[in-house]
Structures are given as structure tokens and as C-alpha cells.
């Protein structure tokens, strides 16, 4: 097979047809060191466009059209490359030319960049950045890593509740440009606890010689510097809002989050549950960017762990070696049993644990999830037991055996759904990851039980 | 063990405290007919919480709850449940008293509730419906589901190029209680083509006596109606829009999308991925609500094909039978072979299959990326290989059994890694759902030739 023969499998849209467009003349252009085409090819593209299709250029060539774009331009394109992108453009410039770059970004896309470089540079870069930007950098820089405080930006709009509403939009009027959002207002007391929010539609439809105090909403919901950041994306999305305010514990607003920064957490946070359940152990760098040895190791803990569950398997077979010695044909549906229950628990615990992470009402009542899950393991125990038995007697002509491997998939059915729907509360409520831990112990109760079962009933249906 | 006596697995923010301590007050005072206190309880809380609180009561309560609220509550409560409670709690209702808040929905909210609707009764509401909510729903409903079309409101404000700041802030003062949003503002021509947007932060910081044609952005990135709402989700994502401009194939402005509908759809096409990974067929319905026999159907279809790649692994275990007849102990570590080839393979197409599915710039280039993985097998095959092989021998005491087992692992897992990230490249560009059809294959592979390579292994061993 050839992969390039084929269209490429991002080629979906207009948008990426064109992105693939302006990267391959960009890449023409590079090569015939036509600097001012390559220039001229990019002024009219979007930011987040002329982004994408520097990330997809050959790595030498990065740094050669980011030096193309003018200097306000190159800000905006910086702020939306992968943070993968950012260091290593900022290895290949000189320092101060790029130090502008980073001053300029907003202070929660700064402290993302910082996160991923070495301490040494960090505090070089800190030392350079203008006071003001200095300061904002540091406050969230001392906020534990995914929590609110990290991912906020003290770049919001803060207004006073005896404000008139006029005098409200004129301050937003000459604020707009350094805040983060004006959509959505935050109003403080003297010493700086929120006392109310309101949002610029409010104030669009309100008389100009209304105070604050008459149309904010005095019922905020916040969340606190050191709140998980899926919580915060949780509180956004469940509210509809557009930005949601960070307080400290004594409710002083020191931030607020929004919500294009939730749509990355929600995708990073996702891919790391999504590797959890692959087994696969999730880091804070990119994947295909990571050396060889660091994927080796993240994936060779959960097979180690596989050994130990298979010593017991492999223990339970052996007991049974009289067995086996005398009807052989037995093991030739092992991997049936035990490929079979293996997808039954993780069907079930794939629901439980999506239902988990995204806080599903239906979870609530964890005995009524579980007894639901049983109930369909035994129905599906029951459908493909029969059409097992069938099929083992069909491929051996040993009903004996055939009626063993029937039996024992219908115990393994139930088995595998009960502990698949069952260990994830259990973990849950043991404060331990249950896409973590749940497979584990699935696999070794479905493989060792499995087998054992197998082996028992079929010594009882064949009398030996 | 008991579930109740841990503390529920919801209870991790002070929201959901807040909204656990208003669900046991109301259900109390619910059941001791209280319902002024019940009212009053309710008067302070968020619509949104009110929603989950309400969703969290036993179903005979969730009604009676409901028609607590005021009608102005009631509605604002609606529009945060979920589809399938709403549809619950219509069925509850006599018509009239519900046909004033499906009139007030918003008409892409309404429209998904629609979705979830009989035939019969969407026809008898749309009749009823006021015409202008009408005319917009019934636009909406011509749309293919999970289309831009589909999720997009009409509710958008559009202006024209020559209006002048002052006079688009007047329009839009007038227009905001109607508009979805009134933070990105578009700009037509008089046959309704987009010819620009801006925000109103733009709108804002304009002098007055400008027009909206000189500070419009002309380069509009827009979505058809008949995107997949999975891109529109990703271009939002991508360009931190608030809402993308929705246009038909004449480039004529029809609605729009906002980004607090792209967070649910982020997480419902998330959890379609996560499923299908997980070996279940994704429905458009709630999974813990959908009857026993329908979860089973869903179930059943990836564990039938399991039966077809198993018949291989059986015959090409029952051609070897002469073979584990002679050394039985070969049988012990069958299962430690298909249980880490199979994780194997899950890691490799995990990663592959998630960059896939967003867009992942990494993944321009599957060769790389294939041998890559390639080579992260070989790695853990060598790790693996060697660690198993010690195993094997103290277990079992066999040296000629024991390398066997090593060797023939270390051949699963190149395999399986090669597989797991160079199938899903292969289904992707054949237009497949790589997510759905990797791992049948990922099993056939890793199972039938594992156990092939494993026994042929042993039989050059063990000179058998």
C-alpha cells in the first residue's frame, strides 16, 4: 500500500484544500528562494490559516516563512501554533527578535508557552518581559498546572457598581483592545471581591443613566484559582457561558477563563481519557513529537501489568493440564473465551467511565447502572452462547466441548458487564482513575475466572 | 460492596454541593407536599442548576418540580435539560401549557428536541406553533442531521456595508434580545451574500461616523449548510470564533453557529468516538436510557465478528494439535500472547485513530508515522520479549517453551504495532470510520498470525 496515492485524509473541507493550496505554493516558493512571493502569497490568508500551514511545512522551512510575515502579523500567527511549534521556533531566533513576539501574547497563552520550556530560559525570558506583563505572568505561573488559576488571564474588564451605564461603555470603550473579552464584565467592591456580572448585551440594551448595580446579576458562579480545569469546562459549557470569573478564597477576582481556552482543554482533556482507555500513558507533550523511548515507556507499564494478570491465567491452565492433555480441542477456543470477554467488560466500562467523565446524571444511581449492565451481559450471554455452541460444535463436531465453550462464554458475559460496570464506581470512589485502573483487573478477572470456569464445566460435561 | 456509603462520584465542587443540597431539600419538601416552601427553595438558584437539580429527581417528582417554576423560568429551565428529559416532561404536560415554552425555545434548540420527537406530534406543534418560529424551524428540519444547517440558528444580526457605526449600534440595541448572539455582527449585500463581519468589540472602538464597510473584515471564513458539524466544531476551534456565518451554496448568509452549541456537540461526537473505540455501536439516544434490547443489538454486532476471526484462530490452533498433544505447557501462554498483541495494536491505532479524528497536523504524513510506530513495537518487543522469557522459564521451567514465548512476542508486538497504526490510515482513505473497522482486523491479525508464528516457533524449538 502506498499512502500517497491516496487522498489525504485531512482533504474534507474547503478550508483544508486551501490550507494544502497555500502550503504547497509556500513550499514552491521557499525552495526557489522567492522570499517576496512567498510574501505576497500570504497577505491576504488568515491568521489561523497561515499557522496551519506552517505547522505542515518540512521543519527547516518554519522558521524561514515565519520571518516573512510583519511583525503584528507574526504575533497573531504565534499565538495559534501548537506549543510544540513555539519552542522550537523560538530555538531558532535570536532572543530579542523574538522577545516582542512574547511580550505581546496574552498572558495565558505565554504561561502555556513557559510550561514547556526549560526553567533556565523561563526565567531569562521573565527577566526581559515589560513589568506589567512580567507580573501577570508570574501570578499564574504560580498556580498549580490545569487548574483554574494556571489557564486564566487577568486580562478582563472590572467595573464599579455605582458606574453609570454610560460611563461604563466609555471605559470599555478605551479598554477593548488589552482585554480578553469586553462581552462579558465583572463588578468589584473596593477591595476587590466580584460582587455581580453583566454582560455587554445588558448594557447594549439598558438607558445610558442606569447604574450597574441595577442590571448586574448579583448570583455569580465562579470558580476558584485552584479549581480543576475540566471543572471550569464543565461550569462553561453546562452554563452556556462565554468567559466564567476565577476568584481567590477570599472571593477577590484575580481572572477569568474563556471560552476558546475551554475548547482546547476539552480536547486535551479528552485525548488523555481517550488514551487512558487505550492503555496508553497520557503526557503533556505531543504524542508523535516524543522520543521513541518515552513512548516505549509509557506503553510498556500496562503490558508488564498484563504479565502478572497472565501468570494467573497461565497458572489456571497448567492446574488443568491432565485435562487439556486428554482433550486438546479445548484449547482451541481459549482466545475465543477470553477475546470475548474482554470486549464485554470494556463495553460496559467504556459507557460507565465516558459516563463518569462527563458527569452524566444517569450515573447517579450506581447499583441501578450496574444491575442494567448485568441484565445485558446475561442477555448477551445468553445470545451468544447459543450461537457459539453451534458454531464450536459446527468447526470440532464435540458437543461436549462445544456445549463447555457455550456455558462458560455465558458466565464470562455476565462476569465481564458486572465488573465492567462495577469497577469504575468503585474506583471512582476511591478518588482513583477508573479508565486507569479499571482494564487491569478486568482482564485478569475475565481472563483467570474465564479459563477456570471454561476448564471446570468442561471436565464436568465430559466426566473426567 | 455498597455504593451509597461512598461519597457519590458528582461530589467534587461546590456546585454540584450546592446542587446535591437543593435536590434532598426539594425532594423532601416535595414529598411532604410543601410546594410554597419547594417554590421559594428554587427562587435563588441558577436556571442551569435548577435544570440538573430537577434532572436528578426520581421521575414522578420531575414534573411536579417543573411546574413550580414561573413561565419565564420555566422556559430559561427547558432550554439546559436534556433532550430526552424535555421529551419526558412533554409527554407529562397537556399541550397548551406546553406549547408556550416550545414556542420561546430558541430554533435550534427546538429543533434538536424535534429530532427526539414522534413524527406525529412534531406536526401537530409545528402547526401551532407561531409562524415566524414556525417557518425558522421548518427551515431548520429540511436540513441532513449533524449538518451545519441542522444546528445553526437563524436568529443572526446582519447589517449593511454602508450603515455607519452609530447607526449599526442603534440596530443592534433594537435587535439584541431577539439575536442568538450580538458579539459577531455580518455584513450582506441586498441579494443576502456575506460580504463581511466584525464583532461588536470592533463596533466599540469605531468612531461613530465610520462605516461598517471600512472596518469589516472582507475575508470571511464561513461554513455551507451542508458541513458536518464536527468541522464546523473544529473551525470554530481553530479560529477561537464566538460563532461561525453559515451560508448556502449561492454564498447567501441563512444562520449561524455559536460556540456554546459547539462545546455539546464536542462532547457528543467525542463520546461517538470513544464508543465506537470501545467496541459499541454510538446511537443518537441516551445509552443508560435506551432499552436492555437495543443495548444488547448494539453490542452484539462487534462480538459476532469476533466469532469470524476466532474460527481462524481456532483452526490454526487445531492444526498445530499434535503439537500442544506433545508439550501441553504451549497452551499456558496463549493467552499472554493475544492479550499483549491485542494492547499493543490498541496503543498504536489509539493514537492514530484520536490525531485522525482531530485533525492532528502530525499525521500529514502516515509513512512517517507508521514507521515510527514500527519501531516503538520493535522497542517493546525487545523489552517485552526478553522480561517474558524469564518469565515464561521460572514458571514453567521449559527453556525451549520459554524462548518461544519470547520470541514469538516479540513478533506480535512489531506486528501488532505496524497494524494498529497503518490499518486506520488505510480505512481513512477508503472513507471508512478507522475507529470503527481497525480493531476487528487489529484481532484477525494479531490473533491467527501470533498464535501461528507462536506454535511454528516452537515447533523449530523444540524440534518437534
Known sequence: ?????????????????????????????????????????????????????????????????????????????????????????LTEFRRQEFLDIVDQMSPDDRVRLFDELPAKVVSLLLDQLSPEERTATALLLGYEPDTAGRIMTPEYISLKADTTVAEAIDLIRRQARGAET??????????????????????????PEQRISEIMTENVVSVQTDTDQEEVARIIQRYDFLAVPVVDHENRLVGIVTVDDILDIVEQETTEDIYTLGGLEAGDDD?????????????VVWLLILLITNTGTSAAIRSQEDLLEQVVALAAFIPLLIDTGGNVGAQSSTVVIRGLNTDDAALANPKRIVFREAIAGIILGLMLGVVVTLWAYILQGNLGVALSVGISLFAVSLLASFAGSALPFLFKSFK??????????????????????YLWVARLILGL
Open 182 to 207: 469586553i462581552y462579558t464584565l465583572y463588578v468589584t467592591a473596593r477591595d476587590r471581591r466580584l460582587v455581580g456580572t453583566l454582560s455587554l448585551r445588558d448594557l447594549v440594551v439598558a438607558r
Open 287 to 299: 504524542y508523535f513529537k516524543s522520543s521513541l523511548f518515552t513512548v516505549a515507556r509509557r506503553r
Open 1 to 89: 500500500v502506498t499512502f500517497d496515492s491516496s487522498p489525504s485524509p485531512q482533504a474534507t473541507s474547503s478550508r483544508d484544500e486551501l490550507q494544502t493550496l497555500v502550503r504547497n505554493q509556500l513550499e514552491l516558493l521557499l525552495s526557489q528562494q522567492n522570499l517576496e512571493g512567498a510574501k505576497a502569497l500570504l497577505v491576504p490568508v488568515h491568521s489561523a490559516d497561515i499557522a496551519a500551514v506552517i505547522e505542515g511545512l518540512p521543519e527547516p522551512m518554519q522558521a524561514i516563512a515565519f520571518r516573512l510575515l510583519s511583525k503584528e502579523e507574526a504575533i497573531e500567527v504565534f499565538e495559534y501554533f501548537d506549543t510544540q511549534i513555539q519552542e522550537d521556533l
Open 432 to 453: 482513583l482513575d477508573p479508565a486507569l485502573m479499571s482494564a487491569p483487573f478486568i482482564t485478569t478477572i475475565v481472563d483467570v475466572l474465564g479459563v477456570l470456569i
